[in-house]
Every structure is written in structure tokens, then in C-alpha cells.
């Protein structure tokens, strides 16, 4: 075939791309199609026993009932305010008497209203140590014919509660603690690329030759000469053509975990509800 007589367009006509392109596309969905059965039997084999009931775990674990309540034994509870007083332009210090026993000493702030009474006690320091209530003072008001306030402390006598503890059992599906798959191809790209090169030799060689024979003959006082020549001529040429072909194919698949179809998002929040938490006996 001389040059003349390639056609690019043939050669690339006798590619096949149908089966070049689409075989890996049709991978690609059987690929898909198998990523979702493997998400089928893993539901099924996981989260379901053969007679297709859920699939428990249960756990057990202490429950908290009544929490934890500090006592109050030794500490100031309450001061109340026996005799609200008058006069009393500023909040007067209130000073809480030392605990008989070891330990300290309780700290508290009055409160005064638009008469110029003491209208309430609070405690910012309970103290500790105190085995009877000791005496409160509230300072003298400023002026003459005022008087003065008096309180009385509380003490408590309620011991620490420890917190109280039921022991609870809770049987969880186990579909709504593992990571179920859902696998979807994202992305695929196929990179092909065909390359034909067409290659044509020539080579003519030519061969040229020429030979001459000149006889003299010499008569005094004429003579003759007799010439011969001979010429050849050969030419020689040789023609190839060659043509490659070169075919390469790069398929890049991206896959993601797929979101939970919404039929696998109900069955889980159905299986959620039938979590159930009993007492152990």
C-alpha cells in the first residue's frame, strides 16, 4: 500500500471503542450493583438472625436514682431577722459568733429596704464547727432614735445522702451502633488514547557507465581514426510502507459513602424506639 493509498480515517474507523469504552462503564455498574448487595447482606447478616429478627447487645450499667446530697450538719442554714431596726441609711455588717468547736466562721450580708429597715439576711459563707447556733449582731445605725436589728442563726443537722444507684440492663439493636455501608461510584474517567504512525521507505540507486575505444591509423599523408563508444544506464528503486498502532486506556473510579437511604433511616429510627432499659433483680 503506497502512501497515497493510507487512509487515516480507516484506521481509526477499525477501532473498536464501543468495547473499549463501554466495557469499562458496564464494570463500573456491576461494580455499583455489587457494592449494593454487599450492603443487602451485610443488613441482613449483621443486624437480623435467620428467622429475621433484630439483633440485640445488651448491656448492663448502674443508673443513678436519687443524687448525691451534701449535709449541712455544723454549717449556717438560715438567719432570720427578729427585729428589722430603723434608721439605717447604709447595709450594716452582720458578724456570725465563732463555732464553739473546731472550725469556720460563717459570713453574711444584709439587705436593707426604702424604710431604712433591715428587710433580709443572706449567707455567703455557711462556716463549719458550729454544734448550737451562735449570736448574730447587726451593727448599730447611724443617729440618735434609731434602733438596732436583731437576727437568729440556724443550724443544720441533715448528714450526707449518699446517691443511690438501680442496676439497669439495655438491649440496643445492633444496626444502630455500627457504621452501615452504602458505597456509590462518585466519579469515573476514562482516558484512551490511540496513536498510529505511518512510516514509507524509499531507496533508488542508479548506475551510470560509459566505455570508449579510439583506434588511429596514420598514413603519410592521410590518415583515419575509428572511435567506439559505449554507454549504459540502470536504476534500481525499492518502496516500503509501515504503519504502528498504539493504544493505551486509564479508567480512574472515585467512590464515597453513600447517604443512608430513607427506608434504611426509618427501620433505624424505628429500631432506636424499641431500645428498652429494665431493672436487674
Known sequence: ???????????????????????????VINAQSQ?????????Q?????EDKEPIYVSFKYPKQVAPFQEGNIGKIISITV????????????VTVANPSGTGTVATATAFLNNNGEVDRIEITNPGSGYTSAPSITVDVPGGSGNTQATATATVGTQADVPAQFQNMQIEVPIL???????????ETTIDFNAKINSIESRNVETEFGIKGDLTVKQRWPSGSAKLKVSASYKRKSQQGFNIEKTYSMAVHVR???????????????????AIVSTPVV
Open 82 to 93: 427578729d427585729t428589722v431596726g430603723s434608721g439605717y441609711t447604709t447595709a450594716p455588717t
Open 176 to 186: 444502630t451502633m455500627l457504621p452501615i455501608p452504602f458505597i456509590r461510584i462518585d
Open 35 to 43: 457494592a449494593s448487595m454487599s450492603s443487602v447482606d451485610f443488613i
Open 255 to 273: 467512590a464515597v459513602q453513600d447517604e443512608m437511604p430513607a427506608g434504611m433511616e426509618k427501620l433505624l429510627g424505628i429500631l432506636e424506639n
Open 45 to 49: 447478616k449483621v443486624g437480623f438472625t
Open 1 to 27: 500500500m503506497s502512501l497515497s493509498q493510507y487512509n487515516p480515517g480507516q484506521e481509526l474507523s477499525s477501532i473498536d471503542f464501543e468495547s473499549m469504552i463501554g466495557g469499562p462503564l458496564i464494570s
